[in-house]
Each structure stands twice: as structure tokens, then as C-alpha cells.
């Protein structure tokens, strides 16, 4: 069951104007949560500031937003292109270039602020574990049919998406390099199909 918070985040989505947040967000990656303001919002989206408040209310709100919105783009990227995989290894493949690897590349670039990855505050680091969240239930879809082999491993469905969303999500930060973190992503593919019980089915 979800969380209050996970509820009322969303919310703040369904009713999120997409002019709005793309705005804020490109002023995130720019500038950060602190060297952002509603005015630069405003101005940037060319809304009126009674706009943005009767929207979101304070900065805050807006940058839980920005969060929630990254999270269900990348999200609708990683599904639509789900429809041609396969195989949980091609699945994984999928969800490293949809969501890990591009939050390495915004962490790597030193003109880029890391807030909208890390969270910043206590709000938004609650909408970042939302996100990772979210990131499990679509994963539980892919290995859903591969219970009995999980099992056989001595482990639940939730304790092996678990296991690959937040080794994925601990690689963003710590990987030296993107080769590196390309290489890790790589072998948790690997120990994943070994789970499955599909080590031959690694590309």
C-alpha cells in the first residue's frame, strides 16, 4: 500500500500544468532548488505568478511536481519501449537507458544541478523514493511470471525488484565512471538471469 504522501504527490500531478513544470524543471537542472525562484518560473513559462501559485502553491510543491513528472516521462519512455522486449534481460536493458543511465549523465555534468536526482530536501527525497517505487511495480510486471524459478532462489518478487532498483539507483552515485556504471549495470543483468535461472539469455 502506498503511502499518504505517494497519494498527495500525485495528486499534485493530476492537476500539474506541463508549460509550467518543463519550465521549472529545465530551471532545476540549471540553477538547483535554492538559485530557482517562482518569478524565474513564471517568467520562464510566461505565466503570470498568480498562475503558478493557484497551481502549485509555493516552490516546494513545484519542485515535488518536477520530481513526479520526470518520474511518469520516464516511465512512459521505458513502457512504450517495453512493447518490443522479450526478455527480462531486454526489459532491464530498457530501464537502465530509460532512467538510471540518463540521472548518471544529469549527475556527471558539472553545468547541471543534481537536486531533481538526490530530492534536496525532505519533500522531495520522499518524492524521489515515490519514484523508486513506481520504478518496482512496473518491474514486478516483468518478472511476475518467473516466481516459482525467484523462489527457488530463496526470494519474494518484491525482494528481487527491490534488490535491482535500488543496486540501479546506488550505481547512479557511485560509479566512477560511465563505462563503469555501464559495465555494474551489466553484471546485475547478469546475476539477475542467473536468479531466473536464464544465464544464457544475457546479450
Not at 516511465?75 to 536493458?93: F, G, I, N
Not at 556527471?108 to 520504478?135: E, H, M, W
Not at 566512477?176 to 536464464?198: C, E, F, P, W
Request: charged share 15%; with cysteine; hydrophobic share 45%.
Amino acid at each position: 500500500m502506498r503511502s499518504l504522501f505517494y497519494i498527495s504527490t500525485n495528486f499534485v500531478m493530476s492537476r500539474s500544468n506541463p508549460q509550467i513544470v518543463e519550465s521549472a524543471i529545465q530551471l532545476f537542472i540549471r540553477r538547483g532548488y535554492r538559485g530557482t525562484t517562482l518569478s524565474n518560473v513564471a517568467n520562464n513559462a510566461g505565466v503570470s505568478r498568480p498562475t503558478l501559485y493557484a497551481a502549485y502553491g509555493d516552490k516546494c510543491a513545484l519542485f515535488v511536481a518536477a520530481i513526479d513528472y520526470l518520474s511518469n516521462q520516464s516511465l512512459k519512455t521505458m513502457q512504450d519501449s517495453w512493447d518490443a522486449c522479450e526478455t527480462p534481460d531486454e526489459h532491464m536493458q530498457v530501464y537502465f537507458e530509460a532512467i538510471i543511465i540518463p540521472a548518471y549523465d544529469v549527475l556527471q555534468n558539472v553545468n547541471a544541478s543534481p537536486d531533481l536526482i538526490t530530492g534536496y530536501n525532505d519533500q522531495g527525497r520522499l518524492a524521489v523514493q515515490n519514484a523508486l517505487l513506481a520504478q518496482q511495480d512496473a518491474l514486478e510486471t516483468v518478472f511476475a511470471p518467473y516466481q516459482d524459478a525467484i523462489g527457488q532462489a530463496g526470494l519474494s518478487l518484491t525482494d528481487l525488484v527491490r534488490l535491482i532498483v535500488l543496486s540501479a539507483a546506488g550505481l547512479k552515485f557511485n560509479a566512477d565512471s560511465r563505462s563503469g556504471l555501464l559495465a555494474a549495470l551489466d553484471s546485475l543483468k547478469i546475476t539477475t538471469n542467473t536468479i531466473l535461472g536464464m544465464q544464457n539469455a544475457h546479450k
